[in-house]
Every structure is written in C-alpha cells, then in structure tokens.
C-alpha cells in the first residue's frame, strides 16, 4: 500500500500560478522515487494569496493547509535580487519560524521555500530549446538575447517579452502581435526539463527543501 502526500502551494501572482503548479507537481513526484516505499503524490492544491503581512500569510495559509489536509505546503516568493539571501533572511526565515512557534497542531509546519533568484522568468529561461519552441523559432540563443545564464538577467521577464519579439520580426503584423508571454507560463511550466532547472541554484535549494518535506514524513532516510 502506498502513501499518499497532498502538497498545497503560494505564489506571489497568478502567472506564477500557472507556471509552478505542474514544476511543483514534477519535482515532488521526482524525488518520491528517491523515498523508501511507494510515495502517491496527490494533485497540488493553490492557496489563494492574502495581501498582508508575508508572515501573517503564511500562518493563515498554513491553517488553510491544514484544514484541507495539506501534507506539504509551498511557499513561493521572488527573490527580486541577484541572491535570494535578502529574502531568506527578511521573509522566509522569519514566516517559518512564526508557523513554528504556534502551539498546537492547527497549523501546517511542513513547509518549502520556492525562491527563484530575480523572477520565476528566470526559471523558465532554463530550458531554452523548449522555450524556442513555445515562441515557435529556430533564432540563435545569441540573436534572442537568451545566450547567458538564467539568472544573471536582472529582469528575465523582459528578457522572454524581447526575445518573442525578435523571435516574430518579419513576420506578418497581424501574426507578430499573436504571441505575449502570458501564454507561455502553462505549458512551459508542464514541460520545463527538470535536469535543466537542475542547473540553477535557486532551484537545487528548492529540491533539497523538498527531500527534507519527504525526510519530516519518515519517507526518506
């Protein structure tokens, strides 16, 4: 008989959304085949954001989780920075810990961090090949301005918005304005190779936060 995990997850937006959801899914289901036993990973579950304070928020959505069931919760926030070291040590450190110190056992204390370095753009500049694919090119990485690290670019996002427009100059102007990157955040996110996410840090440390979820359950040793 095999055990069952429910991972719930937050995001700061909703294209954020659209993009994480299956990457959670994935790098959960990914490491459950490192576990002892056979691990079921439930369909992920969104809380839906609160504008508060980002430590009161991960509280409420830590009882939400738990009310629901939720075995794992994931908490996204982006790292807006070259580091996420900022972020870690003036939200994520400080939220975590405020969900362990309350009393009781109403609150989700199995919590993950998702903090991509700059933007969760950067996440999806990993996999390149897919990328222009989604854009529907055969550009060089050097003539889209997608040729460096992920997570050097200061503002990835923009990074994928030039790189769609060079990637349509010459087309028709009707077709050239067809494609934004809000559509890319689906089916990226469904088919991002984790290998080439595992090239960046921001998400090793996202995988590593994931084996210690499975460690806290006792399924992995």
């Given at each position: ?24 899914q994935r790098s959960f ?15 992920v579950q969104y809380i ?116 769609i427009k060079i990637a ?54």
């Amino acid at each position: 008989m095999s055990n069952q995990i429910i991972i719930g997850f937050s995001t700061e937006g909703s294209t954020d959304v659209r993009f994480l959801e299956s990457v959670i899914q994935r790098s959960f289901e990914d490491v459950a085949f490192e576990c002892n036993g056979q691990i079921e990973v439930l369909p992920v579950q969104y809380i839906e954001k609160e504008k508060s304070d980002f430590a009161e928020a991960v509280k409420s959505y830590a009882q939400e989780a738990e009310e629901k069931g939720i075995t794992v919760l994931c908490i996204h926030t982006d790292a807006d920075d070259a580091t996420d070291t900022k972020t870690f040590n003036n939200k994520i450190n400080p939220a975590f810990i405020a969900v362990s110190e309350v009393q009781g056992d109403h609150l989700c204390k199995n919590l993950v961090a998702i903090v991509p370095v700059q933007m969760t753009e950067a996440w999806m500049l990993s996999d390149k090949e897919l990328l222009k694919a989604e854009i529907g090119t055969s550009k060089r990485d050097e003539e889209l301005g997608i040729d460096r690290l992920p997570e050097v670019y200061n503002n990835p996002k923009q990074t994928i918005e030039d790189a769609i427009k060079i990637a349509r100059q010459g087309l028709t102007r009707r077709r050239r304005h067809e494609l934004t990157i809000k559509e890319l955040y689906l089916p990226i996110g469904q088919q991002v190779s984790l290998n080439a996410l595992e090239n960046l840090p921001s998400y090793q440390k996202f995988k590593e936060a994931v084996r210690g979820a499975f460690r806290k359950l006792n399924y992995l040793y």
